[in-house]
């Protein structure tokens, strides 16, 4: 059974930072699957942050993640990570990582539609 499982999320305050991880487990192999980060705020769309590719070598990033955001991953550990810093009350959202197997390219759009394995999400609160 595929499962992934967010944590590191909580309260912070404004310009702090937040390192999230997502464990994976029940894929045979997990690096033939990109994995993203997604978020949504309440009354908003599920917005991709960040996706890295199967075997980490490629790395994309919307633009309100960029310079603040990094995405790792190590699948030896089955372990996916988003350090966020310089974090900003607009970053307050529910965090989410999913995994499929589709492309991780720079300038492509991150959209939930490419992705059908999710967690269950962590609260990030950002306080000014």
């Known amino acids: 059974q595929y499962r992934l499982v967010e944590s590191g999320g909580g309260l912070e305050q404004s310009g702090g930072s937040l390192t999230l991880s997502c464990a994976a487990s029940g894929f045979t192999n997990l690096d033939v699957y990109a994995i993203a980060w997604f978020r949504q705020a309440p009354g908003k769309e599920r917005e991709g942050v960040s996706c890295?590719?199967?075997?980490?070598?490629?790395?994309n990033f919307a633009d309100s993640a960029k310079d603040r955001f990094t995405i790792s991953r190590d699948n030896t550990k089955n372990m996916i990570w988003l350090k966020m810093n310089n974090l900003k009350p607009d970053d307050t959202a529910t965090y989410y990582c999913a995994a499929d197997m589709t492309p991780c390219l720079p300038l492509r759009p991150i959209v939930p539609e490419d992705y059908s394995y999710w967690g269950q999400g962590t609260q990030v609160t950002v306080s000014s």
């Open positions: 890295i590719s199967a075997r980490g070598g490629v790395t």
